[in-house]
């Protein structure tokens, strides 16, 4: 997967632990996960881990921008979003070899990080920095007053990121479309949008009309996520 590769072991350079995570999805979807346990990760700072994420206020002001002038809008997410930020030739970071990796070529190895991984401190930043890269390079500019908010090149297109989450609005449908394929030339991500039922973005249901130029945020398919995910449905 390019995600890592095996070297020597050297407990010098202090190689992390790691976990499975195994996880059924409110779907009944089955999910399994290596995750590192990253409080061992050396940082120097907080801006080594920070990642900005779209503020509520900036969120309102850009769909109510949107409605006013009658943009499309659609909301995708990127999957293993953490996995496609890729380390820095400068980035040391070593794991133990995670359990059921049980071939003898992985004796006395240890495995140096190639992409990020989840668990990691720094996998939120590193994110960020990828897809703010790639925004960037198709000619997208990210607002001073919330990092997390990039404009497009003739203003008439807006990304607001949360994390692997992000909503768009844009003057034409072709934008969008745009968009979307050249983000799927890096990225695997799924879409929803008004018409296959809402978008569903950060726990809640988005309700956008353009016709109407009205947009209702429904918390209750969150609700009912998090009561399957803890068993209270009964």
Same mark, same amino acid.
């Given at each position: 997967?390019?995600?890592?590769?095996?070297?020597?072991?050297?407990?010098?350079?202090?190689?992390?632990?790691?976990?499975?995570?195994?996880?059924?999805?409110?779907?009944?979807?089955?999910?399994?996960?290596?995750?590192?346990?990253?409080?061992?990760?050396?940082?120097?700072?907080?801006?080594?881990?920070?990642?900005?994420?779209?503020?509520?206020?900036?969120?309102?002001?850009?769909?109510?921008?949107? &409605?006013?002038?009658?943009?499309?809008?659609?909301? #995708?997410?990127?999957?293993?979003?953490?996995?496609?930020?890729? !380390? %820095? $030739? =400068?980035?040391?970071?070593?794991?133990?070899?995670?359990?059921?990796?049980?071939?003898?070529?992985?004796?006395?190895?240890?495995?140096?990080?190639?992409?990020?991984?989840?668990?990691?401190?720094?996998?939120?930043?590193?994110?960020?920095?990828? &897809?703010?890269?790639?925004?960037?390079?198709?000619? #997208?500019?990210?607002?001073?007053?919330?990092?997390?908010?990039? !404009? %497009? $090149? =003739?203003?008439?297109?807006?990304?607001?990121?949360?994390?692997?989450?992000?909503?768009?609005?844009?003057?034409?449908?072709?934008?969008?479309?745009?968009?979307?394929?050249?983000?799927?030339?890096?990225?695997?991500?799924?879409?929803?949008?008004?018409?296959?039922?809402?978008?569903?973005?950060?726990?809640?249901?988005?309700?956008?009309?353009?016709?109407?130029?009205?947009?209702?945020? =429904?918390?209750?398919?969150?609700?009912?996520?998090?009561?399957?995910?803890?068993?209270?449905?009964?």
């Amino acid at each position: 997967s390019g995600t890592f590769e095996p070297v020597p072991l050297d407990l010098t350079k202090q190689p992390m632990n790691t976990k499975w995570i195994f996880k059924q999805k409110p779907n009944g979807a089955l999910k399994s996960r290596i995750v590192v346990k990253g409080f061992g990760e050396p940082v120097e700072s907080i801006t080594d881990f920070y990642a900005a994420t779209v503020q509520q206020t900036s969120l309102r002001v850009t769909t109510i921008v949107a &409605l006013t002038r009658g943009y499309v809008s659609a909301s #995708f997410d990127v999957k293993a979003a953490f996995l496609q930020a890729p !380390l %820095g $030739p =400068d980035d040391k970071l070593y794991i133990h070899i995670p359990d059921g990796y049980d071939s003898p070529e992985y004796k006395g190895k240890m495995f140096k990080l190639k992409r990020s991984l989840y668990g990691l401190r720094s996998a939120p930043r590193r994110w960020q920095e990828e &897809l703010g890269n790639t925004l960037i390079k198709l000619n #997208f500019v990210k607002l001073r007053c919330d990092p997390a908010v990039y !404009l %497009g $090149p =003739d203003n008439n297109i807006i990304v607001a990121v949360y994390v692997d989450d992000s909503r768009v609005y844009a003057e034409y449908e072709n934008l969008i479309h745009d968009l979307f394929t050249k983000i799927g030339e890096k990225y695997d991500y799924t879409v929803s949008t008004p018409e296959n039922g809402g978008e569903y973005f950060l726990g809640h249901t988005w309700n956008y009309n353009r016709s109407t130029r009205t947009c209702v945020i =429904d918390r209750s398919r969150g609700i009912n996520d998090m009561l399957a995910k803890y068993k209270m449905t009964d």
